[in-house]
């Protein structure tokens, strides 16, 4: 029996959902996209790491702009940079703009965005990929993230929220909180008018609750 491949999400999409949901529904199914400062802060960043190749330094071969897929899950999308280890071990490091000193539900956005690409990178070379980094311009430090067992299952079950979200084609409620101020979707989304329900936040703050 031949299974049918899945419709496939862009990597983008995990994390445009874990910050906000209606952002994704807007950008991946409405298809609209707005500019501010923070995401043409990402955009000069990733400039550095857009142009495909490679370089060997200090015992590791460096990919840039390294395309990824994950068929089992039915990702596709492209790593920052691909650190291979000595013995073919891949080590994604993905560029964002700001500290590493994020607030704690942003921080977690990253990490699941790194752990999808450490997902296609097991499936594509059959190495396992235990860690990654997350590369910040503002402190110009990593931040070295575990991908273990409870960031790897966080990671599926975003894959699947994503995947209804997309097929159902319909814009979710607004979170209308802090997340609000830095989306450059702000004006589109319109997040006032419409505050979410208590069952449309339960699975995302299920997710992405931090301990005190």
Excluded at 37 to 61: N, S, W, Y
Excluded at 130 to 146: I, M
Aim: aromatic content about 6%; overall charge negative; proline content about 8%.
């Amino acid at each position: 029996m031949t299974t049918e491949p899945l419709d496939p999400i862009p990597l983008s999409a995990l994390q445009h959902w874990a910050y906000c949901p209606r952002q994704c529904a807007l950008i991946h199914v409405e298809q609209v996209f707005e500019e501010n400062i923070f995401t043409q802060r990402g955009q000069a960043l990733h400039k550095r790491v857009d142009d495909p190749g490679f370089e060997l330094r200090d015992g590791l071969r460096i990919e840039r702009a390294l395309p990824l897929f994950c068929d089992r899950l039915g990702l596709v999308g492209k790593a920052d940079v691909v650190e291979f280890l000595p013995d073919g071990t891949p080590y994604p490091v993905e560029y964002k703009h700001g500290s590493r000193h994020k607030r704690a539900d942003i921080a977690a956005c990253d990490d699941l965005q790194l752990a999808a690409q450490a997902l296609c990178l097991e499936e594509m070379f059959g190495k396992p990929v235990p860690e990654g980094a997350l590369y910040y311009a503002t402190s110009r430090r990593r931040r070295e993230v575990a991908v273990d067992a409870d960031l790897r299952a966080k990671t599926e079950q975003v894959v699947g929220e994503v995947r209804r979200l997309l097929a159902a084609s319909v814009l979710p409620p607004p979170l209308n909180d802090d997340h609000c101020r830095a989306c450059s979707l702000c004006d589109l989304c319109q997040p006032e008018a419409l505050a979410p329900t208590p069952e449309h936040s339960a699975v995302r703050h299920s997710l992405f609750e931090v301990d005190d």
